[in-house]
């Protein structure tokens, strides 16, 4: 029968008919599409090759803080110049430089030569090794403009890292502890780091006698990563005398000084006096080079103005010895941003070489630097007021941006959790953070955290 459901012979439904021809090519298609969707889905960098990195610590200290919705809350991380009313403090010499620049008809936004401006190089290299330094008198030091401190940390850090002679692969020597993207900059080129006693916990002051111990102790040639002044973090720097302790050890030792310098001017407000280690080391001889940062002395700290210099030993090929260096610093400067940036540098370049606005500069300089050691005078005066348990010297003997308070880890969580303090976890703080305003609350607060333990 033509309406039957049955097969001749069997009583089960008859099979779904197939498609229709025309709709085969399309069931198909969705096949494939599925297929090659399920293959771009699978990465070259899945997680056991590229795991979640960490958040930075100071960043996230700095999210931190912005989320938290209390009145008192204090930002005693951040490493930057904050005025009395903690809000950030543009110099005048630089508006004055920047009001200079706008006005000028010639300003154009051409590229920089591969090594920078020159005018502004050469300024800077003068602020830090001394106008009248042998260097420039033999003709042996080259200077190049970089990313701030952080980029002229990296450019000599590649430098060294191609061509110093480490037969053994020795190890780049850091402070312990130092600024922590030390530890990213020389790793991310494959330089082995070590480091060598600095701060004591006991004094919270240097330990020299570590410190001495462990470069006689580093291999012949080892490079030495050393802080000019405003040690980061600890605030701790070196006497004079030390200084000449470590060089002569260094000397007997044939180290390489790598000298890092941040605070220029901004540690004791005296330009001359904090960049001595460098100067010392230089008039003494020896080959070595500076990173030099203007973010914090000009409160330049978006516009990523810095120098590279490198200083080659007096000798009688000293000339040619740096213009080799000179070569080859520009073909790495060259692959690695091809052009420095000019705003930060033209507005360096104006004051540095403007005697009028190097004058006010100074006088600039004198009031960050002022207030700040106002604010540890002031702490520690508060503390000790209070009876707070311990000694809170360190406070005022400490230079710089930072100090290293001794609060222990456990103590700074309490300080976050309970006061809305927020500094890093090893009880380093920002004495720019501090102001007349809540010095009282972050006082009270450590005298009670201290108390509890």
């Known amino acids: 029968m033509w309406g039957s459901s049955k097969r001749p012979g069997g009583n089960s439904s008859p099979a779904p008919p197939p498609p229709p021809p025309s709709r085969q090519p399309l069931t198909r298609l969705a096949a494939i599409t599925a297929q090659m969707a399920s293959e771009r889905s699978t990465t070259k960098f899945p997680e056991n090759v ?59 936004h051409e590229y920089l030569p591969i090594a920078g401006l020159a005018s502004f190089t050469s300024a800077a290299a003068r602020l830090i090794l001394g ?25 000599g850090a ?15 020597y850091f402070s312990s502890p130092t600024w922590a993207n030390h530890n990213q900059i020389f790793s ?10 600095y701060f004591s916990a006991q004094t919270k002051g240097l330990d020299i006698s570590g410190m001495l111990g462990a470069l006689r102790d580093a291999p012949t040639g080892s490079i030495i990563l050393l802080h000019v002044c405003a040690h980061n973090p600890t605030g701790v720097d070196p006497s004079q005398d030390q200084w000449k302790d470590i060089a002569r050890v260094m000397r007997e030792r044939q180290h390489f000084p790598f000298f890092d310098c941040a605070y220029q001017g901004f540690a004791s407000g005296n330009l001359t006096r904090d960049a001595w280690p ?43 010895t740096i213009g080799r260096i000179a070569s080859q610093l ?6 690695e941003i091809s052009n420095p940036p000019a705003y930060g540098a033209r507005i360096v370049n ?75 976890k090893n009880g380093r703080i920002s004495m720019a953070g501090l102001n007349s305003h809540n010095l009282e609350h972050v006082a009270g607060a450590i005298d009670r955290v201290v108390r509890e333990g």
């Open 50 to 108: 590229v795991p979640q990195a960490p958040e930075d610590p100071l960043f996230g200290l700095m999210a931190a803080f912005r989320r938290d919705s209390s009145e008192k809350k204090v930002d005693l991380g951040i490493g930057a110049y904050r005025d009395d009313n903690a809000k950030p403090w543009v110099l005048p010499v630089v508006k004055k430089a920047d009001d200079i620049l706008h006005s000028d008809p010639q300003l154009n």
């Open 131 to 155: 106008p009248n330094s042998p260097a420039f008198q033999d003709n042996r030091v080259v200077s190049m403009q970089t990313i701030s401190g952080t980029g002229a940390v990296h450019l």
């Open 158 to 172: 590649l430098f060294l890292s191609k061509f110093y002679p480490r037969p053994s692969n020795e190890a780049v």
């Open 188 to 197: 991310n080129v494959n330089l082995p780091i070590k480091t060598y006693p």
């Open 278 to 320: 460098v100067r010392y080391f230089v008039n003494e001889g020896f080959e070595l080079c500076v990173a030099q940062s203007f973010a914090k002395n000009f409160g330049l700290y978006g516009e990523r103005a810095g120098c590279f210099h490198f200083v080659t030993s007096p000798g009688a090929d000293a000339g040619g």
């Open 330 to 335: 520009a073909i790495l400067q060259r692959s």
């Open 350 to 424: 104006l004051v540095l070489n403007d005697e009028a606005l190097f004058e006010e500069w100074q006088d600039n300089l004198r009031t960050m630097s002022g207030r700040i050691i106002d604010m540890r005078k002031t702490l520690r005066r508060r503390l000790e007021l209070l009876g707070t348990p311990g000694w809170w010297n360190h406070i005022t003997d400490q230079i710089g941006m930072f100090s290293f308070t001794g609060l222990t880890e456990a103590q700074v969580l309490k300080l976050r959790n309970g006061s809305s303090i927020y500094m890093t």
